[in-house]
Structures are given as structure tokens and as C-alpha cells.
């Protein structure tokens, strides 16, 4: 069979670089009652950035009774800086938790909002509008500081919400611009309870893309229905190039009962490197560290397949390692 031409090869049109930035040491270890001790969260840091992953969400600056498990947020930041190219992000729920951020010297605060009126008021005890009042406090604090640590505002239940139902598609875009001209650098979407199909996810991204343009930065899926990796691709062929995953596929949102969790950092990883698309990423190094992170939270409830099937033989580990290093040919 003939190639298609260029202009008629869906491949063609995706980014051809994906950056997998891992959330599982706050979005997954939040949602398990095991508390990792230090030492191996820096290790799993340190493993993934010689996996290749060059962003990692290293925690939640929030009270330590609260979430014991992200208690040492700090350490891990402090630690994620010393590491040549790491973007080490933190998630701040509110201005204090932003003050530590800029203290730390995070490359980015994630600064979460629900676009479902109800899960915001659970979540965070604020309306949707009261938290696009404290980014616009935190950028002038940051401001003010002189820091240089970047604010991106994560729009979450943007395609619909167990509390409330039905989340509007013209309210996820008006707070999308609300956080933009608050002062956020960046906004995401996030299918926080697993709404989404690739249908919904084309259209929403790619009228928030005609909106925020290279501002909208990140795509956010949960596995909750099995529908994570489509609704990356559907993301993908929108033009979105950076999306969040959480290896062994844990996390969940505690207003999604049921939840299996975010996208797998590993499965999606290899989806992309058999797509042939680059990623930075080193897959058996990455299985290795998700063999030992499944030790560490034995008895957990952990998510994903290729851990469980491999590679496939018909898997080119050699072509694939070019792509990861950016020497792969296009399609």
C-alpha cells in the first residue's frame, strides 16, 4: 500500500514532539493512605528523570494534617532543583500554599479550578470565580517577589462532573480566559472524573486552543472509563503537545467513586513511542522504576497493561530510542 500524501496523513498533522509530565508523586500518592517515605519519592524523581521524563509534579504545598502524604513537598522541590533541565512543578490550592512555592523556587504552580460550580465548592471551598480572585493575588505576589515561577491554572471537570452533571462547555472557556487575563502564564484542561470521550475532547481543545493559543498548555485524563489514552490522541490531533500522567496509572479524584486513575505514564509513553513520536523517554528504564514503585505501595490498587504484556516483539526498541532522542523519522 501507496503512503498517503503528506496533506492527507493524519500522522502529518499531530505534534511531533510530546512532553508526559508525571503527577504521581501528588495526584497519585495523594489518593493512596500509604505514606512513601522520603527517600524513595527521591528516588522515584531521581529514576524518572534518568528515564528522561524532564517534568514532574513533585507535590501539594498543603496542611501536612491534611495529606500526610505530600508532607515533605518541600524536600522533594528542593531536591527536583538540583536536577540539570527538571521543571519541578508544585500544586497550590490556595495564596499560602503559592508563598511556599515562590520560596522554593518552583519552576510552576499549578493553581486547581473546578469549572463545576459544586465540585469547587467540595474541593476547595471556594466558587470557581473566588479562585480566579486568588490567582490574580498570587501573580502579584510573584510578581512583587521578583520570582520567576510560573502560574498555570488547571481548569478541572471540564467535561462534566459526578456532583453536579452537566458542566458547560462555555463556562470552561470563560474561566479558561478569566485565568488568563488574572494573570496566569498557562491554563490546562482536566477530565477529573472521566467524562470525557475523543469526540468532546477535539471540540473543547480546539476551541480553547483558538482561544489561549501556546498559553493552554497541558491535557489532564483520567482512566476512569478506560477512555485516557483516546482522549489523547483525540487531544493530540487538536494540537496539544504535553499531557499529564501518573505512573502505575494511580490517583483518582475522591468525588469519582470508582476511579482507576490517571492515564499511566507508561502506557501512554509507549503509545507515543510507537507512534513514533518524541517523547525524551527511555520505556524499559521507566517499567523498571514502575516494577519498584509496585513494591513500595504493594497491597495499593495500581493501574495500566504494558507492565503486565511488555513490549511487543514486533516493538523496535532501537527506532523507538531514536525518537526519543529526537532522530526519528517523521510520518
Known amino acids: 500500500m501507496r503512503p498517503l500524501p503528506a496533506k492527507d496523513n493524519p500522522m502529518s498533522q499531530l505534534p511531533q514532539r510530546v512532553a508526559v509530565r508525571e503527577v504521581g508523586l501528588r495526584d497519585g500518592l495523594q489518593s493512596i493512605a500509604v505514606v512513601l517515605p522520603t527517600e524513595r519519592k527521591i528516588e522515584w524523581i531521581r529514576r524518572e528523570y534518568e528515564a528522561g521524563v524532564r517534568e514532574i509534579e513533585v507535590g501539594s504545598f498543603v496542611p501536612a494534617r491534611l495529606l500526610p502524604q505530600l508532607a515533605d513537598t518541600a524536600e522533594l522541590l528542593a531536591y527536583a532543583r538540583t536536577l540539570p533541565g527538571l521543571s519541578a512543578s508544585v500544586l497550590v490550592p490556595n495564596y499560602k500554599g503559592a508563598e511556599r512555592a515562590i520560596e522554593g523556587g518552583a519552576d510552576l504552580m ?55 452533571g452537566e458542566v458547560r462547555v462555555e463556562e470552561v472557556l470563560r474561566l479558561m480566559q478569566a485565568l488568563l487575563d488574572a494573570g496566569a502564564d498557562r491554563v490546562s484542561l482536566a477530565d477529573t472524573v472521566g467524562y470525557a470521550d475523543p469526540r468532546m475532547v477535539r471540540e473543547l ?6 482561544i489561549a493559543g501556546e498559553r493552554l498548555w497541558c491535557g489532564h485524563f483520567h482512566d476512569t472509563r478506560g477512555m485516557a489514552l483516546a482522549n489523547v490522541y483525540a ?97
Not at 499549578?110 to 471556594?126: D, F, G, Q, T
Not at 480566579?132 to 521578583?146: C, P, S, T
Not at 492515564?263 to 513520536?277: G, K
Request: hydrophobic share 45%; glycine share 12%.
Open 110 to 164: 499549578i493553581v486547581p479550578l473546578s469549572a463545576s460550580h459544586a465540585h469547587s465548592l467540595a474541593n476547595l471551598r471556594k466558587t470557581p470565580d473566588e479562585v480566579v480572585a486568588e490567582v490574580a493575588k498570587i501573580r502579584a505576589a510573584r510578581d512583587a517577589a521578583g520570582a520567576k515561577t510560573l502560574i498555570e491554572g488547571g481548569v478541572g471537570t471540564a467535561f462534566g462532573c459526578t456532583l453536579q
Open 205 to 210: 481543545f480546539g476551541q480553547a486552543l483558538a
Open 235 to 331: 487531544a493530540l490531533e487538536a494540537g496539544v503537545n504535553r499531557f499529564d500522567a501518573s505512573l502505575a496509572g494511580i490517583g483518582g479524584c475522591p468525588h469519582a467513586p470508582g476511579a482507576s486513575g490517571n492515564a499511566a505514564t507508561e502506557d501512554l509513553a509507549y503509545m507515543l513511542a510507537s507512534m513514533r513520536l518524541h517523547t525524551g523517554i527511555d520505556l524499559p528504564a521507566l517499567l523498571a522504576l514502575r516494577a519498584d514503585v509496585a513494591g513500595w505501595l504493594e497491597g495499593q490498587s495500581l493501574h495500566g497493561t504494558l507492565w503486565r504484556a511488555g513490549l511487543p516483539q514486533t516493538f523496535d526498541t532501537h527506532q523507538a530510542a531514536r525518537a526519543a532522542q529526537g532522530q526519528g523519522s517523521k510520518q
